[in-house]
Every structure is written in structure tokens, then in C-alpha cells.
């Protein structure tokens, strides 16, 4: 069990849950424990060892389950929010989260299935062609299961600027639509989620939003580094691996590894690979077709960055877009 952090007004149990991806090393989740009460900052993964681990925290903490007030989420993803619904079976507590992160929990149908949408349209246009049928699979699958699956108990919408016990509410999306930081009154301390993992890159990953419109994952995703570096806080507890404590200097690399990215991709398009399908293929080579959602992803969110900063301009040709240098 990791050691509880004490701070002035609270005190951290961290959670570490040994990582189920081969590219993650752990899953992290936080027990907050203040005189007034205590909440979760996040919900590990749905396995009995992790709900185990939660247990033993609380223990520790001097609680058990009847003692926790509520669930705070940095953001929907599934490694995040695993636990909820055991949890809830226990005691129905409120869980605050963005409100991008609502349907997305809710399992919302007519979000859902504007999603598929928006996904297959995009991988046309983009020039993948009929690729993605695994993830449209796994998509309906997700609609189909909707009703049992979806999280029921009230959902409190927070945003920038909200205080919710005793910490302030930064959005931090580019990761995710509905990626939060919580920091503590302070400033010292702060739980960052995956905006930002020591020894991991993060990937900005499109996804729409609530409206269905793209959002600019990677110009969201440099601006929330650059206010967490802003921050000047002592310390980031993140939802995967060590904390972070040299915050400057790590993201600093990764917007420079983000600038490198952008430039083999001027090259490419200044070359005449100009389909982000096609792009994708010269980047990722074989991952292009393990990988196909993720890697396409992460091409159109830099392709997006690119021409936003006014580098690169696109055309449709026979429905599917083309770039070029500006
Ligand atoms: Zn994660």
C-alpha cells in the first residue's frame, strides 16, 4: 500500500493499481481525506484487485465505502472510471465531472451515435477508405449494451474556476474533450490526470464534441501543458505512473516533440503525400494498419495544428481532403 501524503488542510492515500497496457505502468487513483469528509479523485479500473486495493485505502484511512461522499473525475476514459458503478452499488454518491464527460458516461444514444457518425465520415474524408471497422464494431457494441452499462447516479457538471471540496477546477481537454485538473487552494499541489505522464507521451485524441464538431485536440492539448507548466505547482499527481515533480522541463519535451512531429509532416505534405490517410501510412508505416484509429488520430489532430497556425491549406478532392503547403 502506498504511504498517506499529509498536507495542511488534507490528506492523500494514492491508490496504485499495477497497469493492465503494455504501455502503462500503473493506473493511479487518489482517497482525499479531509476533516469535512472524503472523496475520490478518479476510479481506478473494474477489476476485483482494484476494488480490493480501494478497500484496503480506506481501511488505512480509518473508513470503509459508507464514508465516501463523492467521485471526482479527471476525465471519462474507461481506466479512470472503472470502479464507479461498483462503488455506486454500495452507496449512491454524486460523481462531478466536465460536461463533455456527461453523455460519455451516461452513454447518452443519440450522442453515441452521432460519434459513429462523425468517425465514419472522418475516416472517409480522410482517406481511410472503409478502414475503422473494428472500432465502428466496438462502437455499436457500445450503443447496443448502452442501457446496462451507463452510470445512473446524478452527475454534477463542473468547470473552470468551480470549487469542489477544496480544490479548484482548471479544464485541461486535449486528451480527452472533458480532461480536468483539480488544484489544491494552495497551489502546490495538483491532479492532473493524463494530461501530462512522467516516462509516457500522452496523445491528444480527436474526438467530437457534445455539438459534433471536431475540436483542435492538439492545440487543446499544448495550451493545457502550458498552464500546467503556468501553474508553478510543487507537484502533479497523475493518473499514471510517478508523480510529477519536474514539470517544466517535461513539458517543455513534449511540445517539442509535438514541433518535431509537425515538421516531418510539412515535409511529407511539401513532398506530395498530401491524404492524411496517406500521411498516416508514410509516419506510422505497419501501425497504420494495427493501429489504424489511434495513429490517424494523432496525424489529423497535428494536420488540424498545422492549419490552425496557418501552415498548411486543404481541398476536397472526390470527397476526400488534401493538404498542402500554404
Ligand atoms: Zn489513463
Sequence with gaps: ????????????????????????????FYLIKRPEGIVLIDAGVDSDDCMERLEDTLKQAGADLGDLEAILLTHHHEDHVGLVPRILENRDIPVYAHREAVPRLRLDREFLEMRLAFFKQLYIEMGGGGRGAGRFAKMEQTIR???????????????????????????????????????????????????????????????????GSRLPSVSQQRRSLERL?????????????????????????????????CEKLLGLIGSGVTVPARITEAYYKDLYRTQFPLVMSEIIGHIDYLEEQGKITKTMEDGVWNYHLS
Design 1 to 28: 500500500m502506498a504511504e498517506a501524503i499529509r498536507q495542511q488542510t488534507y490528506t492523500i492515500y494514492p491508490i496504485i493499481q499495477p497497469g493492465i497496457y503494455p504501455t502503462l505502468k500503473t493506473i493511479n
Design 229 to 261: 507548466a503556468g501553474l508553478g505547482a510543487d507537484v502533479l499527481y497523475t493518473g499514471h505512473h510517478e508523480p510529477v515533480r519536474n514539470t517544466d522541463e517535461l513539458v517543455r519535451d513534449r511540445l517539442s516533440r509535438m514541433d518535431r512531429k
Design 145 to 211: 449494451d448502452a442501457a446496462q452499462n451507463a452510470i445512473r447516479t446524478e452527475i454534477i457538471e463542473i468547470g473552470e474556476g468551480d470549487r469542489v471540496f477544496g480544490f479548484e477546477v482548471m479544464e485541461t481537454p486535449g486528451h480527452s474533450p472533458d480532461c480536468i485538473t483539480f488544484l489544491d487552494t494552495d497551489g502546490r499541489t495538483a491532479f492532473t490526470g493524463d494530461v501530462l505522464i512522467e516516462g509516457s507521451s500522452v496523445n491528444a485524441i480527436i474526438d467530437p464534441a457534445m455539438n
